[in-house]
């Protein structure tokens, strides 16, 4: 009995893992181009204003010249350490979220307080997922930031061996304080916020499970609450992991950034729940 318990423990756990990974990659790919936008903005000195310095001066100029100076390949510059980046993150994620919920659910006392346990398990999975993947973060940031006229990295094994020969193994976490201090609360704020939307849109439609609109709509609204609360970290991460490579940006805001934590929150959430349903009617056609 209890090594059947624990067999579909570990089932579970690992289902976890892989629809977190699967929610991950399938986001990665659709938000990539906003995420090279995004990017752009917050790395540009000039102010993003419609003044002759200024490269980038709105959402739309910024997509049409990135298009037009370097390829619709420009917009997944990096993708293939942005995916590593995301797969690891996803899966480690919604794997420590659970199992840290499952063993909140151990407390009778902590079920009286769902959101604020949501929001520690959220915080605390953010923390670990983004330790474990920040490296991958580093080097897709510095991919993204080099345009086409001033080539640095050429591939993700190449800006490794750079890095370490010319500056040290501490440039992959430089800016994590920071990223920490945004991750840990934005982390816990999205699963919070989530919960708290899933459950307001089952009470208005007297449903019982999270429909697919009712993920799209509560991680929308969780992304963007989120992210508007958080976004100073994220700038400041952002300057923090291009030292050093200031040559490679030579020859960028809040709205790319509230769209993009929208969509991807959205994508996210939908994304792991419909991987989870997937992953369940797999198991029990194999089991049958």
């Not at 067999?7 to 995420?35: K, M």
């Not at 959220?122 to 474990?132: K, N, P």
């Not at 510095?142 to 890095?163: E, F, M, T």
């Amino acid at each position: 009995m209890g090594t059947s318990s624990k067999s579909n423990s570990d089932n579970l756990d690992l289902e976890y893992a892989v629809a977190g990974a699967i929610s991950g990659f399938v986001t990665r790919f659709a938000c990539q181009p906003l995420d090279v936008v995004k990017i752009r903005f917050q790395l540009q000195v000039e102010p993003i204003t419609n003044h002759h310095v200024s490269k980038y001066r709105s959402l739309l100029q910024a997509f049409y010249l990135i298009f037009k100076e370097e390829g619709i390949s420009a917009f997944w510059k990096g993708h293939v350490s942005a995916q590593l980046l995301s797969v690891i993150y996803g899966m480690s994620q919604f794997y420590s979220y659970n199992v840290l919920m499952h063993e909140f659910h151990n407390y009778p006392l902590l079920n009286e307080w769902k959101y604020s346990t949501k929001f520690v398990a959220g915080a605390s999975a953010g923390f670990i997922a983004t330790t474990v993947s920040f490296p991958f973060d580093t080097i897709r940031t510095r991919l993204v930031a080099q345009s086409n006229n001033h080539i640095v990295y050429k591939g993700i094994c190449h800006s490794c061996s750079c890095i370490i020969r010319h500056e040290s193994s501490k440039a992959f976490f430089y800016g994590l304080l920071p990223t920490l201090l945004q991750i840990v609360p934005h982390t816990g704020l999205q699963f919070a916020f989530y919960a708290f939307f899933t459950d307001m849109y089952k009470k208005c439609y007297n449903e019982t499970n999270i429909k697919f609109s009712n993920s799209m709509i509560s991680g929308s609204a969780a992304g963007l609450l989120a992210k508007t609360i958080i976004y100073p970290f994220d700038l400041s991460r952002k300057r923090l992991q291009i030292q050093g490579f200031q040559n490679g940006r030579k020859s960028f805001g809040l709205i790319p950034s509230q769209l993009k934590a929208s969509m991807t929150t959205a994508l996210h959430f939908t994304i792991y729940e419909q991987s989870l349903i997937a992953l369940k009617v797999l198991r029990l056609y194999i089991s049958q």
